[in-house]
Protein backbone atom coordinates (compact mmCIF):
# COMPACT_ATOMS: atom_id res chain seq x y z
CA UNK A 1 0.00 0.00 0.00
CA UNK A 2 0.95 3.60 -1.00
CA UNK A 3 1.05 6.29 1.89
CA UNK A 4 2.23 9.58 2.14
CA UNK A 5 1.53 10.46 5.52
CA UNK A 6 3.69 7.75 7.07
CA UNK A 7 6.61 6.65 5.39
CA UNK A 8 8.16 3.28 7.18
CA UNK A 9 11.33 3.19 5.37
CA UNK A 10 12.61 6.72 5.88
CA UNK A 11 11.75 6.05 9.79
CA UNK A 12 13.55 2.98 9.78
CA UNK A 13 16.59 4.41 8.48
CA UNK A 14 16.64 7.61 10.21
CA UNK A 15 16.77 5.99 13.10
CA UNK A 16 19.08 3.30 12.16
CA UNK A 17 21.56 6.32 11.17
CA UNK A 18 20.66 8.26 14.21
CA UNK A 19 21.93 4.62 16.31
CA UNK A 20 24.75 4.72 14.33
CA UNK A 21 26.00 8.47 14.62
CA UNK A 22 25.97 7.95 18.60
CA UNK A 23 28.32 4.62 17.99
CA UNK A 24 30.43 6.43 15.97
CA UNK A 25 30.55 9.88 18.52
CA UNK A 26 31.31 7.15 21.40
CA UNK A 27 33.90 5.55 19.38
CA UNK A 28 35.49 9.35 18.06
CA UNK A 29 35.94 10.37 21.62
CA UNK A 30 37.43 7.20 22.85
CA UNK A 31 40.15 7.67 20.04
CA UNK A 32 40.60 11.09 20.99
CA UNK A 33 40.72 10.73 24.48
CA UNK A 34 42.48 7.39 24.69
CA UNK A 35 40.27 6.36 26.96
CA UNK A 36 37.67 3.45 27.05
CA UNK A 37 35.62 4.93 29.53
CA UNK A 38 34.54 8.43 29.51
CA UNK A 39 31.73 8.44 31.46
CA UNK A 40 29.77 6.13 34.01
CA UNK A 41 27.29 4.58 30.97
CA UNK A 42 30.02 3.37 29.16
CA UNK A 43 31.12 0.63 31.93
CA UNK A 44 29.66 1.87 35.27
CA UNK A 45 31.87 -1.13 37.33
CA UNK A 46 34.44 -0.20 35.63
CA UNK A 47 34.75 3.35 36.78
CA UNK A 48 34.49 2.28 39.90
CA UNK A 49 37.07 -0.33 40.20
CA UNK A 50 39.55 2.71 37.73
CA UNK A 51 38.65 5.72 40.17
CA UNK A 52 39.56 2.98 43.70
CA UNK A 53 42.86 2.34 41.38
CA UNK A 54 43.60 6.08 41.07
CA UNK A 55 43.32 7.01 44.17
CA UNK A 56 45.78 4.01 45.19
CA UNK A 57 48.17 5.13 42.30
CA UNK A 58 48.10 8.78 43.42
CA UNK A 59 48.70 7.81 47.40
CA UNK A 60 51.66 5.47 46.42
CA UNK A 61 52.96 8.16 44.05
CA UNK A 62 52.90 10.48 47.30
CA UNK A 63 53.96 8.02 49.63
CA UNK A 64 57.10 7.90 47.46
CA UNK A 65 57.62 11.13 47.82
CA UNK A 66 57.02 11.28 51.20
CA UNK A 67 59.91 8.62 51.29
CA UNK A 68 62.23 11.14 49.68
CA UNK A 69 61.34 13.92 52.11
CA UNK A 70 62.00 11.23 54.49
CA UNK A 71 65.71 10.18 53.57
CA UNK A 72 66.69 13.91 52.86
CA UNK A 73 65.90 15.04 56.50
CA UNK A 74 67.76 12.05 57.70
CA UNK A 75 70.53 12.66 55.83
CA UNK A 76 70.98 16.30 57.71
CA UNK A 77 70.56 14.55 61.13
CA UNK A 78 73.53 12.18 60.33
CA UNK A 79 75.55 14.58 58.37
CA UNK A 80 75.17 16.87 61.76
CA UNK A 81 75.75 13.49 64.35
CA UNK A 82 78.33 12.36 61.90
CA UNK A 83 80.23 16.33 62.84
CA UNK A 84 79.57 16.12 66.46
CA UNK A 85 81.35 12.41 66.62
CA UNK A 86 84.14 14.35 65.24
CA UNK A 87 84.26 17.06 68.08
CA UNK A 88 84.40 14.11 70.40
CA UNK A 89 86.78 12.19 69.44
CA UNK A 90 88.65 15.64 69.51
CA UNK A 91 87.09 16.45 73.05
CA UNK A 92 88.64 12.91 74.13
CA UNK A 93 92.03 13.57 72.63
CA UNK A 94 92.21 16.81 74.75
CA UNK A 95 90.99 15.11 78.14
CA UNK A 96 93.82 12.25 77.04
CA UNK A 97 96.34 14.91 76.95
CA UNK A 98 95.07 16.67 79.45
CA UNK A 99 95.15 13.61 81.76
CA UNK A 100 99.05 13.76 81.85
CA UNK A 101 101.13 15.74 84.57
CA UNK A 102 103.28 16.89 81.77
CA UNK A 103 100.85 19.53 81.86
CA UNK A 104 101.02 22.66 83.78
CA UNK A 105 98.34 24.52 85.08
CA UNK A 106 98.00 27.18 82.05
CA UNK A 107 98.14 23.91 79.82
CA UNK A 108 95.34 22.37 81.00
CA UNK A 109 93.54 25.77 80.78
CA UNK A 110 94.08 25.98 78.07
CA UNK A 111 93.11 22.62 76.28
CA UNK A 112 90.25 23.18 78.14
CA UNK A 113 89.29 26.32 76.61
CA UNK A 114 89.14 24.03 73.20
CA UNK A 115 87.39 21.45 74.83
CA UNK A 116 84.59 23.96 76.20
CA UNK A 117 84.47 25.50 72.71
CA UNK A 118 83.99 22.57 71.34
CA UNK A 119 81.16 21.52 74.18
CA UNK A 120 79.63 24.68 72.89
CA UNK A 121 79.57 23.73 69.46
CA UNK A 122 77.91 20.67 70.05
CA UNK A 123 74.92 22.27 71.83
CA UNK A 124 74.64 25.03 68.80
CA UNK A 125 74.66 21.93 66.67
CA UNK A 126 71.76 20.28 68.87
CA UNK A 127 69.46 23.22 68.83
CA UNK A 128 70.25 24.79 65.54
CA UNK A 129 70.08 21.68 62.95
CA UNK A 130 66.80 21.95 61.03
CA UNK A 131 64.96 20.68 58.53
CA UNK A 132 62.29 22.58 56.81
CA UNK A 133 62.39 24.77 59.49
CA UNK A 134 62.03 22.27 62.47
CA UNK A 135 64.58 21.75 64.53
CA UNK A 136 65.67 17.88 64.16
CA UNK A 137 68.35 16.67 66.97
CA UNK A 138 66.98 19.09 69.86
CA UNK A 139 65.00 15.92 71.32
CA UNK A 140 61.55 17.55 70.18
CA UNK A 141 61.84 14.80 67.39
CA UNK A 142 62.73 11.88 69.01
CA UNK A 143 60.10 9.84 67.60
CA UNK A 144 59.14 10.94 63.90
CA UNK A 145 56.51 9.26 62.25
CA UNK A 146 56.67 9.24 58.07
CA UNK A 147 53.75 8.41 56.21
CA UNK A 148 55.30 6.01 53.89
CA UNK A 149 51.73 4.26 52.06
CA UNK A 150 48.55 4.66 49.90
CA UNK A 151 46.50 4.34 53.03
CA UNK A 152 46.06 5.02 56.85
CA UNK A 153 48.40 3.95 59.06
CA UNK A 154 50.81 2.61 56.69
CA UNK A 155 53.86 4.55 58.30
CA UNK A 156 57.28 4.67 59.62
CA UNK A 157 58.78 5.61 63.01
CA UNK A 158 62.61 7.14 62.92
CA UNK A 159 63.90 7.92 66.56
CA UNK A 160 66.49 11.20 65.37
CA UNK A 161 68.40 11.10 69.17
CA UNK A 162 68.87 14.15 71.29
CA UNK A 163 71.80 16.20 71.47
CA UNK A 164 70.77 18.82 72.95
CA UNK A 165 72.28 20.34 76.16
CA UNK A 166 70.18 23.23 76.51
CA UNK A 167 69.35 25.32 79.60
CA UNK A 168 65.70 24.45 80.13
CA UNK A 169 64.81 26.87 83.41
CA UNK A 170 65.46 29.94 85.31
CA UNK A 171 67.95 29.32 87.80
CA UNK A 172 68.23 32.15 89.99
CA UNK A 173 71.83 31.93 91.69
CA UNK A 174 72.81 33.13 95.39
CA UNK A 175 76.19 33.76 94.94
CA UNK A 176 78.29 34.27 98.04
CA UNK A 177 81.79 32.89 100.24
CA UNK A 178 81.25 30.82 103.41
CA UNK A 179 84.32 29.61 105.18
CA UNK A 180 84.04 25.94 106.24
CA UNK A 181 84.56 25.36 110.08
CA UNK A 182 86.55 22.97 111.21
CA UNK A 183 84.93 19.79 111.79
CA UNK A 184 81.68 20.49 109.66
CA UNK A 185 80.42 20.68 106.18
CA UNK A 186 80.65 24.56 105.41
CA UNK A 187 77.32 25.54 102.70
CA UNK A 188 78.98 28.01 100.27
CA UNK A 189 75.91 28.65 98.04
CA UNK A 190 72.21 27.97 96.89
CA UNK A 191 70.53 27.38 93.75
CA UNK A 192 66.68 28.27 93.63
CA UNK A 193 64.99 26.61 90.67
CA UNK A 194 62.23 29.00 89.26
CA UNK A 195 61.22 25.89 86.54
CA UNK A 196 60.31 22.74 86.60
CA UNK A 197 62.86 19.79 86.43
CA UNK A 198 63.10 16.45 85.40
CA UNK A 199 64.55 13.33 86.22
CA UNK A 200 68.17 13.22 84.58
CA UNK A 201 68.07 17.38 84.31
CA UNK A 202 72.04 18.13 85.32
CA UNK A 203 72.81 21.48 87.11
CA UNK A 204 76.38 22.90 86.31
CA UNK A 205 77.82 25.45 88.78
CA UNK A 206 81.22 26.90 88.19
CA UNK A 207 83.41 26.98 91.22
CA UNK A 208 86.24 29.63 91.95
CA UNK A 209 86.50 31.28 88.49
CA UNK A 210 87.64 28.26 86.58
CA UNK A 211 86.56 25.18 88.17
CA UNK A 212 82.89 22.73 87.50
CA UNK A 213 80.99 20.81 89.46
CA UNK A 214 77.98 19.04 87.62
CA UNK A 215 74.97 17.34 89.28
CA UNK A 216 72.43 15.07 87.99
CA UNK A 217 68.73 15.28 89.54
CA UNK A 218 67.58 11.48 89.77
CA UNK A 219 63.19 11.07 90.54
CA UNK A 220 63.26 11.91 93.95
CA UNK A 221 65.40 15.08 93.63
CA UNK A 222 63.23 16.50 90.81
CA UNK A 223 59.89 16.14 92.93
CA UNK A 224 61.39 17.53 95.63
CA UNK A 225 62.52 20.29 93.90
CA UNK A 226 58.72 20.72 91.49
CA UNK A 227 56.96 20.76 95.42
CA UNK A 228 56.17 23.92 96.12
CA UNK A 229 55.63 22.58 99.56
CA UNK A 230 58.46 22.19 101.84
CA UNK A 231 60.21 19.14 101.33
CA UNK A 232 63.71 18.62 103.08
CA UNK A 233 65.33 15.64 102.36
CA UNK A 234 66.53 14.14 99.16
CA UNK A 235 70.22 14.52 99.72
CA UNK A 236 73.67 12.55 97.82
CA UNK A 237 76.94 13.39 97.50
CA UNK A 238 78.99 12.06 95.22
CA UNK A 239 78.53 8.71 93.62
CA UNK A 240 75.92 8.24 95.75
CA UNK A 241 73.94 6.44 92.58
CA UNK A 242 71.58 4.47 95.13
CA UNK A 243 68.41 6.25 94.38
CA UNK A 244 68.29 8.24 97.61
CA UNK A 245 68.31 12.09 95.97
CA UNK A 246 70.41 13.65 93.87
CA UNK A 247 73.25 11.97 91.97
CA UNK A 248 76.06 13.80 91.84
CA UNK A 249 78.04 12.90 88.48
CA UNK A 250 81.86 11.82 88.41
CA UNK A 251 82.28 15.16 86.72
CA UNK A 252 84.22 17.34 89.15
CA UNK A 253 83.59 14.43 92.25
CA UNK A 254 86.98 15.01 93.77
CA UNK A 255 89.05 18.09 95.09
CA UNK A 256 88.25 20.28 92.67
CA UNK A 257 88.17 23.26 94.87
CA UNK A 258 91.85 22.91 96.89
CA UNK A 259 94.62 20.69 97.35
CA UNK A 260 94.16 20.95 101.20
CA UNK A 261 90.07 20.02 100.44
CA UNK A 262 89.48 16.26 101.23
CA UNK A 263 86.29 15.47 100.25
CA UNK A 264 83.62 15.88 97.83
CA UNK A 265 80.43 18.29 97.36
CA UNK A 266 77.07 17.95 98.55
CA UNK A 267 73.94 18.75 97.35
CA UNK A 268 70.71 19.17 99.32
CA UNK A 269 67.21 20.00 98.10
CA UNK A 270 64.52 22.29 100.62
CA UNK A 271 61.72 23.84 99.41
CA UNK A 272 63.16 24.36 95.55
CA UNK A 273 66.28 25.21 96.57
CA UNK A 274 69.56 23.12 95.84
CA UNK A 275 72.03 23.36 98.24
CA UNK A 276 75.57 23.15 97.61
CA UNK A 277 77.86 22.19 100.71
CA UNK A 278 81.82 21.43 101.04
CA UNK A 279 83.38 18.49 102.91
CA UNK A 280 84.12 18.25 105.83
CA UNK A 281 87.56 19.59 106.09
CA UNK A 282 90.37 20.72 108.77
CA UNK A 283 91.32 23.75 107.30
CA UNK A 284 89.21 26.91 106.37
CA UNK A 285 88.62 27.92 102.74
CA UNK A 286 86.68 30.38 101.32
CA UNK A 287 84.62 29.27 97.95
CA UNK A 288 82.92 31.21 95.33
CA UNK A 289 80.45 30.00 93.14
CA UNK A 290 79.13 31.68 90.06
CA UNK A 291 77.03 30.79 86.92
CA UNK A 292 74.74 28.05 87.16
CA UNK A 293 72.69 26.07 84.50
CA UNK A 294 70.46 23.77 84.24
CA UNK A 295 70.54 21.59 81.03
CA UNK A 296 68.61 18.21 79.63
CA UNK A 297 69.38 15.90 77.12
CA UNK A 298 71.60 13.27 76.45
CA UNK A 299 74.48 14.85 76.53
CA UNK A 300 74.28 17.04 79.24
CA UNK A 301 76.49 15.69 81.51
CA UNK A 302 79.92 16.57 78.49
CA UNK A 303 78.48 19.95 78.74
CA UNK A 304 79.30 20.12 82.48
CA UNK A 305 82.43 18.08 82.07
CA UNK A 306 86.01 19.85 82.05
CA UNK A 307 89.35 18.79 81.93
CA UNK A 308 91.12 21.51 84.09
CA UNK A 309 93.07 18.91 86.65
CA UNK A 310 93.79 15.20 85.81
CA UNK A 311 91.25 13.56 87.44
CA UNK A 312 88.64 15.65 85.80
CA UNK A 313 89.88 15.03 82.37
CA UNK A 314 90.14 11.66 83.27
CA UNK A 315 86.27 11.81 84.25
CA UNK A 316 85.10 12.91 81.03
CA UNK A 317 87.16 10.47 78.89
CA UNK A 318 84.11 7.86 80.47
CA UNK A 319 81.26 10.97 79.87
CA UNK A 320 82.71 11.54 76.34
CA UNK A 321 83.29 7.27 75.86
CA UNK A 322 79.38 6.98 76.76
CA UNK A 323 78.47 10.12 74.95
CA UNK A 324 80.29 8.94 71.42
CA UNK A 325 78.52 5.48 72.09
CA UNK A 326 74.99 6.84 72.55
CA UNK A 327 75.40 9.00 68.80
CA UNK A 328 76.85 6.36 67.22
CA UNK A 329 73.83 4.26 68.38
CA UNK A 330 71.75 6.70 67.50
CA UNK A 331 73.09 7.26 63.47
CA UNK A 332 73.26 3.53 63.31
CA UNK A 333 69.51 3.77 64.42
CA UNK A 334 69.17 6.37 61.17
CA UNK A 335 71.32 4.66 58.70
CA UNK A 336 68.87 1.53 59.37
CA UNK A 337 66.01 3.71 58.74
CA UNK A 338 67.49 5.13 55.55
CA UNK A 339 68.12 1.82 53.95
CA UNK A 340 64.52 0.75 55.26
CA UNK A 341 62.74 3.81 53.40
CA UNK A 342 65.12 3.81 50.40
CA UNK A 343 63.78 -0.33 49.96
CA UNK A 344 60.23 1.21 50.95
CA UNK A 345 60.34 3.58 48.11
CA UNK A 346 61.46 1.10 45.63
CA UNK A 347 58.88 -0.81 46.17
CA UNK A 348 55.87 2.04 46.42
CA UNK A 349 57.56 2.93 42.62
CA UNK A 350 56.70 -0.96 41.90
CA UNK A 351 53.58 -1.21 43.10
CA UNK A 352 51.96 2.18 41.59
CA UNK A 353 53.28 0.67 38.06
CA UNK A 354 51.40 -2.18 38.30
CA UNK A 355 48.75 -0.77 39.34
CA UNK A 356 48.72 2.10 36.91
CA UNK A 357 49.43 -0.93 34.30
CA UNK A 358 46.11 -2.45 35.61
CA UNK A 359 43.82 1.06 35.81
CA UNK A 360 45.46 1.43 32.06
CA UNK A 361 43.41 -2.19 30.78
CA UNK A 362 40.67 -1.34 32.68
CA UNK A 363 40.08 2.08 31.74
CA UNK A 364 42.12 2.73 28.04
CA UNK A 365 40.94 2.29 24.74
CA UNK A 366 41.83 -0.26 22.20
CA UNK A 367 43.03 1.65 19.30
CA UNK A 368 43.28 -1.18 16.65
CA UNK A 369 39.75 -2.35 17.70
CA UNK A 370 37.89 1.38 17.81
CA UNK A 371 39.99 2.32 14.72
CA UNK A 372 37.74 -0.93 13.16
CA UNK A 373 34.54 0.09 14.71
CA UNK A 374 35.14 3.73 13.23
CA UNK A 375 35.63 2.35 10.18
CA UNK A 376 32.53 0.21 10.26
CA UNK A 377 30.11 3.23 11.44
CA UNK A 378 31.34 5.60 8.63
CA UNK A 379 30.32 2.51 6.14
CA UNK A 380 27.19 2.38 7.65
CA UNK A 381 26.56 6.04 7.85
CA UNK A 382 27.13 6.52 4.38
CA UNK A 383 24.89 3.90 3.82
CA UNK A 384 22.60 4.82 5.97
CA UNK A 385 22.49 8.36 3.94
CA UNK A 386 21.87 6.63 1.04
CA UNK A 387 18.65 4.80 2.10
CA UNK A 388 17.37 7.65 3.85
CA UNK A 389 17.71 9.32 0.58
CA UNK A 390 16.20 6.30 -1.11
CA UNK A 391 13.02 5.92 0.78
CA UNK A 392 12.56 9.80 0.26
CA UNK A 393 12.48 9.26 -3.49
CA UNK A 394 10.01 6.61 -2.66
CA UNK A 395 7.41 8.77 -1.86
CA UNK A 396 7.96 11.06 -4.70
CA UNK A 397 6.70 8.35 -6.91
CA UNK A 398 2.99 8.13 -5.51
CA UNK A 399 2.47 11.53 -7.01
CA UNK A 400 3.02 10.42 -10.39
CA UNK A 401 -0.66 8.42 -9.58
CA UNK A 402 -2.18 12.09 -9.75
CA UNK A 403 -1.08 13.27 -13.03
Given at each position: MATINTNMSANIASNAMTRNERSMSSTMERLSTGIRINSAKDDAAGLAISSKMTSQ??????????????????????????????????????????????????????????????????????????????NILDGARTATTFQIGANASQTIEVNFGDLATNNIADASLAI???????????????????????????????????????????????????????????????????????????????????????????????????????????????????????????????????????????????????AIEGVNSTRAGLGASMSRLEYASDNLQNVAQNTASARSRVMDADYAAETTELARTQIIQQASTAMLSQANQSQQAVLSLLR
Open positions: INGLNQAVRNSNDAISMIQVAEGAMKEVTNMFQRMRELAVQAISDSNTTADRTALNNEYKQLSDEVKRIAENTQWNGTGSVTAADGTNGAFGAITITGTVAAGDVITVKIDGSKYASFKLDANAAAAINDTATHAGATGGANDDDGSGIVKSQVGSTATLASTDAGNLTATVTNRTLLITGATTTNTKTFTMAEAELSRGTQAPVGGSDITTSALANTALGVLDT
